[in-house]
């Protein structure tokens, strides 16, 4: 029984893992950028959800909030930030990007104060018996489900429509795809738009099973989701979607048993450290 | 006047500190998102010595040692990664080295070793030792900058492939740069161990490593001046930005940001341009 409530614990925290990362993947395939600032976006959708909750009473309209206006400064961090940098050795970006991360981090501690907000009425409360004696969470299942459904909309957007066919062009070869008349700009915008509105939703999502929004919720994202990425094989979307699962069950596994030895970071990056040194160019990776 | 040489003697710390990250980073272009784990090994090291009544002088060479000893294993790690494979795994290493620590009891686990003795230097002399041992690494930087050495890590920096092509021993000269980077990293952590008389595993973790990178991105990378210069600065920053109080980080942040977003080669760039545009005219 313990088995099946680690392993439901680590598949709740992969579908986590899976929402942030799958946006930093979608800007490292496309960009080439190390985006830290990226986890600032999802404490920035667990603050919008909160407070759009706590005034409306409705959590589909929080999250909804939350991915439009986080999406939205998403693509004007991108314009005002990474843009002119595109030029410029990879490290200056990921400098700029950890300058982001951090005054984003001071600014919501200034604005909202360091103690963090929690939901008035938290909604999704309690939780039903799958199998005897084995809970799980309505806020579990929600995680769970709304992962699988957002993935499963966006594998179909970029399988089988014309935007996802743009959008693979511009990743594949970006001077092709212009050529072949895809607006890559557009393609941009799109992109960090749907990444940071992914991260919205994670940040929603974490805001509700905690029942805490708090400043530094963003920094174990911020360094676990590159991890992530980069296991999966950078730019990478099932690789990603693979290493967020991995990751879960493993850190929720690890705690327990190896706990004493190592504790949750360092067994996140143990595993890929040794990973890496078996395949370089990350689980489901290209050379 | 005491105040004066504990601010000299952290600013040569920090600036012997950037200068082994420079070495690794800015000559030989491999970059290091972790160099804080080094540090933190030579300053553990030289904590759990000194604990012992071991002398200063020859604790320095046994962290600089062990500090080296875990560079050269990275270092071997970096010949399988490169770009932001190898940024990553080594931010690996500086969790995995603080997640490790945590854990020690004999390293005094999350709360860390205190109370070590101060050396028979005394606090002046400690701050001549660091002023020295800073100066030493910078004039050695400059010297390896200019001589053939200096050329073959340029080299290898823009592009391995091509190094490699032109008969450069890419993987030799990697695991030296690492070596020579981690070791006096290991150094710093001696220094900084004795300095602050106490060592715990928040002092050397991702955010230390960031930070270090900071300085010699600011500084420009690969100059050992600019590098020397911003290192000495951004390290009392916070003490200098009191009177922003609340604010410290934000102004920081902002700082590094703009920086990034207009000068992207450093303290060292502007001047450049400016000696440029005096040269012209």
Known sequence: ?287 | MAYEITLLTTMAISVLFALSLNFITGFCGQISLGHAAFMGVGAYTAATMMKASISLLFVIPVAAVFAGVLGLLVGFASLRVRHDFLAITTMGVVFLFVGVVRQQEFLGGEIGISGIQQSVLGRTGFMLLCVVLAGVFAGFSLLVKRSWLGFVFDSIADNEDVSQVLGIDVAKYKLFAFVVGTATAGTAGALYAQHYRFVGPDSFGFVESISVLAMVVVGGIGSVWGVMFAAAVLSVLPLLIQFVDDYKILVYSALLFSMMRFSPDGLAGIVQRLLNRVRNR
């Open chain 1, 1 to 287: 029984m313990l088995y099946l409530e680690l392993l439901f614990q680590g598949i709740v925290q992969g579908s986590i893992y899976a929402l942030i990362a799958l946006g930093l993947t979608l800007v490292y395939g496309l960009l080439r950028i190390l985006h830290v600032a990226h986890a600032a976006l999802f404490t920035l959708g667990g603050y919008i959800g909160v407070i759009v909750t706590n005034q409306t009473g409705s959590l589909a309209l929080a999250i909804l909030a939350a991915m439009i206006v986080v999406g939205l400064v998403g693509v004007a961090m991108y314009k005002l930030a990474y843009e002119p940098l595109l030029s410029k050795p990879p490290f200056i970006a990921l400098i700029a990007s950890i300058a982001l991360f951090i005054a984003a981090e001071e600014l919501f501690r200034i604005i909202f104060g360091p103690y963090g907000l929690s939901y008035e009425n938290p909604p999704l409360q309690g939780g039903f018996e799958i199998i005897s004696g084995f809970f799980l969470k309505y806020g579990e299942a929600l995680v769970i489900i709304l992962s699988i459904l957002i993935l499963s909309v966006l594998g179909w957007v970029s399988g089988y429509t014309r935007l996802g066919v743009s959008w693979r062009a511009t990743v594949t070869d970006p001077d092709m795809a212009r050529a072949f008349g895809v607006n890559t700009q557009h393609v941009r915008y799109l992109n960090f738009f749907i990444g940071s509105a992914l991260a919205a939703v994670a940040g929603v999502l974490v805001a509700l099973l905690n029942n805490l929004v708090e400043p530094t919720m963003g920094s174990v994202p911020s360094y676990k989701a590159l991890a992530i990425i980069v296991l999966g094989g950078l730019g990478s979307i099932r690789g990603t979607l693979l290493a967020s699962m991995i990751l879960g069950v493993i850190e929720s596994f690890g705690t327990i048993y190896i706990g004493h030895l190592l504790d949750r970071d360092a067994l996140a990056f143990g595993f890929l450290i040794v990973v890496l040194m078996f395949r370089p160019q990350g689980l489901l990776g290209t050379r």
